[in-house]
């Protein structure tokens, strides 16, 4: 039995709007969210950028939904004992209707303070000790930690919630589903990908944890419009290989998008207000195994979407 929950973009949209978001996917029906952790948006146009943990906090106090960041890097831009104060803080808040959703990162965000961009191999094993560091730190003993990446010298968080916060590790590919299967609390994954799945619970010890989707749609009451809201926003999302790791700007970010076409996007991207399109993509989620499916609007017209979801799409799922 899947359930579906909202996606909150920051690159899209600022504090205010995602917490006015949050209420409405509330009220259509979705049981929970996932927000997104970014320094930079992926390019000029989608606009935006807030602090995280800020807008947990506030979305703490507006909703009664669990929350999970999707995801963040406790690699480089942030410390992994400041992502743990941060976690713990915003699991006490929700009243421990959080999970921490973790990743290997991008340079677009990371880079920022200027140092080297590790390769994939090295984050992999910078993620996995960020974890310790984080999950030590969860028992609000106090710690002290010297490895390869990361000291730490008599840290101790005195907010903590009653339980330690579940750790979800983003994986894109073998060795990253691997990993989450031995260190995570759980997957998430960006493709209704059944081998990936099967991967992560038979052959790296991932079992019956719990595995976490997400997909941008862009509902409108007309295709051709959709279409075109989703490439000039989202044309990112299908650069090949590693491209989405590497490049440093939301302008190479720019550059690079010139080479998707719409054709591409209209592909990959359920758009339109035909409810048997949205139903189907949600529905590859659920048949591919997923636990939760995160669902993102592209553009401005949130409020349509939502009442679309509402009336025409969630009522309808395999759920």
């Not at 939301?250 to 048997?276: I, K, M, N, Y």
């Given at each position: 039995?899947?359930?579906?929950?909202?996606?909150?973009?920051?690159?899209?949209?600022?504090?205010?709007?995602?917490?006015?978001?949050?209420?409405?996917?509330?009220?259509?029906?979705?049981?929970?969210?996932?927000?997104?952790?970014?320094?930079?948006?992926?390019?000029?146009?989608?606009?935006?950028?807030?602090?995280?943990?800020?807008?947990?906090?506030?979305?703490?106090?507006?909703?009664?939904?669990?929350?999970?960041?999707?995801?963040?890097?406790?690699?480089?831009?942030?410390?992994?004992?400041?992502?743990?104060?941060?976690?713990?803080?915003?699991?006490?808040?929700?009243?421990?209707?959080?999970?921490?959703?973790?990743?290997?990162?991008?340079?677009?965000?990371?880079?920022?303070?200027?140092?080297?961009?590790?390769?994939?191999?090295?984050?992999?094993?910078?993620?996995?000790?960020?974890?310790?560091?984080?999950?030590?730190?969860?028992?609000?003993?106090?710690?002290?930690?010297?490895?390869?990446?990361?000291?730490?010298?008599?840290?101790?968080?005195?907010?903590?919630?009653?339980?330690?916060?579940?750790?979800?590790?983003?994986?894109?590919?073998?060795?990253?589903?691997?990993?989450?299967?031995r260190v995570g609390d759980g997957l998430i994954t960006m493709m209704p990908d059944a081998a990936m799945i099967e991967r992560?619970?038979?052959?790296?010890?991932?079992?019956?944890?719990?595995?976490?989707?997400?997909?941008?749609?862009?509902?409108?009451?007309?295709?051709?419009?959709?279409?075109?809201?989703?490439?000039?926003?989202?044309?990112?999302?299908?650069?090949?290989?590693?491209?989405?790791?590497?490049?440093?700007?939301?302008?190479?970010?720019?550059?690079?998008?010139?080479?998707?076409?719409?054709?591409?996007?209209?592909?990959?991207?359920?758009?339109?207000?035909?409810?048997?399109?949205?139903?189907?993509?949600?529905?590859?989620?659920?048949?591919?195994?997923?636990?939760?499916?995160?669902?993102?609007?592209?553009?401005?017209?949130?409020?349509?979407?939502?009442?679309?979801?509402?009336?025409?799409?969630?009522?309808?799922?395999?759920?």
């Amino acid at each position: 039995m899947a359930d579906f929950g909202y996606f909150l973009s920051c690159e899209e949209h600022g504090p205010d709007e995602l917490v006015d978001q949050a209420r409405m996917a509330e009220q259509a029906g979705f049981t929970s969210l996932w927000i997104s952790d970014h320094f930079h948006p992926w390019n000029d146009l989608q606009g935006q950028s807030p602090f995280v943990w800020s807008v947990i906090g506030a979305l703490s106090q507006a909703v009664s939904l669990p929350v999970q960041t999707a995801v963040t890097c406790p690699l480089v831009r942030t410390h992994p004992a400041v992502i743990a104060q941060a976690a713990a803080t915003s699991a006490v808040q929700l009243g421990g209707r959080f999970r921490l959703g973790v990743g290997t990162g991008e340079a677009l965000n990371e880079h920022i303070l200027g140092g080297a961009w590790p390769e994939a191999s090295v984050r992999l094993e910078m993620l996995e000790e960020a974890l310790q560091v984080i999950r030590h730190l969860f028992t609000g003993e106090q710690t002290s930690h010297r490895g390869k990446h990361y000291t730490v010298e008599n840290a101790r968080l005195y907010t903590i919630p009653d339980e330690p916060v579940p750790i979800d590790v983003s994986a894109f590919g073998p060795e990253a589903a691997e990993t989450a299967g031995r260190v995570g609390d759980g997957l998430i994954t960006m493709m209704p990908d059944a081998a990936m799945i099967e991967r992560f619970r038979r052959s790296s010890g991932g079992g019956t944890k719990p595995v976490y989707g997400g997909l941008k749609v862009c509902w409108a009451p007309d295709k051709r419009q959709a279409v075109r809201t989703a490439h000039s926003l989202w044309a990112n999302q299908q650069l090949p290989g590693e491209l989405a790791q590497i490049l440093p700007t939301p302008r190479h970010f720019e550059q690079a998008s010139q080479l998707v076409t719409p054709e591409q996007v209209e592909a990959a991207v359920p758009c339109g207000d035909a409810p048997d399109a949205h139903i189907k993509a949600l529905n590859d989620y659920v048949e591919a195994g997923f636990d939760t499916v995160y669902v993102s609007q592209i553009g401005k017209d949130q409020q349509g979407f939502f009442d679309f979801y509402r009336t025409r799409v969630l009522p309808h799922l395999r759920g």
